[in-house]
């Protein structure tokens, strides 16, 4: 198993490509503790690994709001006993457009995507000194390879995240640190909507989700498990000399 006895945090945990890498790093062997905003989500997450005979910890906290971001680490942490390994996904859209830009939904989505990664890196680099190394893994997105003409603050945000991977791939390598960030593309996940319909209309996010398709070689979504994969590979010691890599997992997209 790639993640025996790891102690793990995932954050963003409680549904799509996070959910799925909690139950993929229990089957590898790790102990989890799972952090979202949605407290029934977490439960019920709670319950499905337990009836899988697995117990994870888990800690409800908005991570877009700082306190609780750095407290929902150090408290994932303590559960845990230590920290080896940290995912920090949390992330949303963000606003459309950048016309008549509503300042507190872009606070919200920098918050989410730059700050909470930013702040939950430097609470983990703490507690994964202690263990002597680990491995951090941000999310970022295709859309922050390459510029998104429709979602110009999320490919911002994410951006920002590539930037702050290749930074810390190497402040943290004298740590026996590594720092790498999972790159997927449209994925199915209940996120999803958020960039295909964010209109509301229904035909509008099917002919969006078709356009964006076109353009993927091997012409589909994203799959959670396959992100949570990439995820597992890079925390795991089969990736011990990867550090400050940008992954992508998008079909083919970012290869045009």
Same mark, same amino acid.
């Not at 994932?76 to 606003?95: Q, T």
């Not at 959670?224 to 925390?235: N, Q």
């Given at each position: ?72 680490? #150090?408290?994932?942490? +303590? &559960? %845990? =006993? ?11 859209? *963000?606003? /459309? ?15 989410? #995507?730059?700050?909470? +990664? &930013? %702040? =939950? ?9 202690k263990?002597? *190394?680990? /491995? ?16 110009p603050?999320?490919?911002? &945000? ?12 190497q ?27 964010r ?46 890599v ?11």
């Amino acid at each position: 198993m790639r993640l025996a006895d790891k102690l793990v945090i995932v954050t963003a945990a409680a549904s799509g490509m996070g959910r799925a890498g909690v139950d993929l790093f229990l089957r590898e062997g790790a102990r989890v503790a799972a952090i979202d905003i949605n407290a029934e989500a977490l439960a019920a997450l709670a319950d499905d690994a337990k009836a899988k005979g697995h117990t994870i910890a888990t800690i409800q906290a908005d991570l877009s709001q700082p306190e609780q971001m750095r407290s929902s680490i #150090n408290d994932a942490a +303590a &559960a %845990l =006993g230590g920290l080896d390994v940290l995912w920090a996904h949390a992330g949303i859209p *963000g606003p /459309a457009g950048i016309e008549d830009l509503d300042l507190a939904a872009y606070d919200q989505a920098i918050a989410l #995507n730059v700050t909470s +990664a &930013a %702040l =939950g890196a430097g609470e983990a680099i703490k507690h994964m000194r202690k263990r002597g *190394g680990g /491995a951090i893994v941000f999310t970022s997105s295709i859309s922050g390879l390459m510029g998104s003409m429709f979602s110009p603050i999320y490919s911002t &945000a994410k951006f920002a995240v590539v930037g702050l991977t290749k930074s810390l791939a190497q402040t943290f390598a004298p740590d026996n640190v590594r720092v790498n960030v999972v790159c997927p593309g449209l994925a199915d996940t209940p996120m999803k909507i958020g960039f295909t319909g964010r209109s509301g209309d229904p035909q509008e996010a099917e002919a969006n989700q078709a356009r964006l398709l076109a353009s993927v070689p091997m012409g589909r979504l994203c799959r959670p498990e396959e992100a949570a994969h990439a995820v597992l590979w890079l925390a795991s010691d089969d990736a011990s000399f990867v550090t400050g890599v940008a992954l992508p997992v998008d079909g083919g997209f970012t290869a045009r």
